[in-house]
């Protein structure tokens, strides 16, 4: 099925925004911070945490947390099913989030389209770069006729091997050679696929290490943003 683009923006609909990038970035800080600056936002953190609520989301992130037995990315060999299962995700999110954005509230979403499609081209082409970002751009087109993408994604981007010894001292676990392989691949392809994108700012953390200046900055972009109509999904029944 194909959606029919409508008129659908309520007067005064709230900012969608997601966070993007690697892990080590500073995804969840600056989220904080940039929460700190708002006005009452709603903040949905990232999918791969969502492993002790109850909710629909929560118990796919579950069993695929179990059926990869400690994998960092959520991979127990099927990489087609847990593709599907991790856009289930994202959609169960748009279902909880759509009714604060309608009344006004700007909502920061950890992780969201962009990070499905990035990792799990990645873990679906794992040996062909150039396939790998033509999947992630078509997993992107999918995924954006079920829920909508959001108005503002903010990719966050840095040395690769500077992010990850941020990510070994917060999770006290060292990173692997292969888990440093996949994350460097992904940080090619988060750059590739945000590039012509005007809804993605970048902000490179290597040029702005200080967080509260660059959460300034990230709050200004929210501040100024203007949603745009949303297309009407494509599961009939499911009103945006």
Same mark, same amino acid.
């Given at each position: 099925?194909?959606? =029919?683009? @409508? @008129?659908?923006? @309520?007067? #005064? &609909? #709230?900012?969608l925004v997601s966070f993007e990038g690697i892990s080590g970035t500073g995804k969840s800080h600056l989220t904080r911070l940039v929460a700190q600056r708002l006005d009452a936002p709603l903040l949905v953190e990232e999918f791969s945490s969502r492993r002790t609520r109850g909710d629909l989301g929560s118990r796919i992130v579950s069993a695929l947390a179990a059926a990869a037995d400690g994998d960092r990315f959520l991979r127990g060999g099927c990489p087609a099913s847990e593709t599907l299962l991790l856009l289930a995700v994202q959609l169960h999110t748009?279902? %909880?989030?759509?009714?604060?954005?309608? %009344?006004?509230?700007?909502?920061?979403? #950890?992780?969201?389209?962009?990070s499905v499609a990035v990792? =799990?081209? $990645?873990?679906?082409?794992?040996?062909d770069d150039t396939a790998a970002l033509d999947q992630a751009r078509a997993l992107m087109r999918e995924a954006t006729t079920w829920r909508p993408a959001p108005d503002v994604t903010i990719l966050l981007t840095d040395h690769v091997g500077t992010a990850l010894e941020r990510a070994e001292q917060r999770d006290g676990r060292p990173i692997s050679a292969a888990e440093r @392989?996949?994350?460097? &691949?992904? $940080?090619?392809?988060?750059?590739?696929?945000?590039?012509?994108?005007?809804?993605?700012r970048l902000v490179d953390r290597a040029a702005q290490p200080d967080p509260e200046t660059a959460a300034d900055l990230i709050t200004s972009w929210i501040t100024a943003a203007r949603p745009q109509p949303w297309p009407s999904p494509a599961l009939e029944g499911a009103p945006v």
């Open positions: 099925m194909h959606p =029919q683009h @409508a @008129a659908d923006e @309520a007067p #005064g &609909r #709230g900012v748009w279902e %909880t989030i759509r009714d604060p954005l309608h %009344t006004g509230r700007t909502v920061l979403e #950890g992780r969201s389209l962009h990792y =799990q081209a $990645a873990a679906l082409h794992p040996r @392989a996949v994350h460097e &691949r992904c $940080a090619h392809l988060f750059t590739e696929l945000a590039a012509g994108d005007p809804r993605v």
